[in-house]
């Protein structure tokens, strides 16, 4: 019914800069928070980025000053602009929405990989 789908992840040197977007389809009401969501290998998935309906942000401590997410509620679409990465920020990057259809369900997106080495 709903479908979110990841783009931009890719390979990066140290010290790059990528920008992954997540773009929500379907029989879409409204869409309240999102975030981008990142899990290692042997690591659990951890909260990298949060956003409201209205704009508001929270950010992990790891990624404040380097990552900005923002998102264009005409289109359906978050993104993550992601700088200064390093290799602790490889992983898989998942994206997250409520959404409200005929009820407010939360959906997850495939995952984009991200992997940052020389």
């Known amino acids: 019914q709903v479908q979110l789908v990841e783009s931009g992840g890719g390979l990066v040197q140290p010290g790059g800069s990528l920008r992954l977007s997540c773009a929500a389809s379907?029989?879409?009401?409204?869409?309240?928070?999102m975030g981008w969501y990142r899990q290692a290998p042997g690591k659990q998935r951890e909260l990298v980025a949060s956003?409201?309906?209205?704009?508001?942000?929270n950010y992990a401590d790891s990624v404040s000053g380097r990552f900005t997410i923002s998102r264009d509620n005409a289109k359906n679409t978050m993104y993550l602009q992601m700088g200064s990465l390093n290799a602790e920020d490889t992983a898989v990057y998942y994206c997250n929405a409520w959404v409200r259809t005929t009820t407010l369900t939360s959906y997850w997106g495939r995952g984009t990989q991200v992997t940052v080495s020389s």
């Open positions: 956003i409201t309906s209205s704009g508001s942000t």
């Open positions: 379907g029989r879409i009401v409204s869409i309240g928070a």
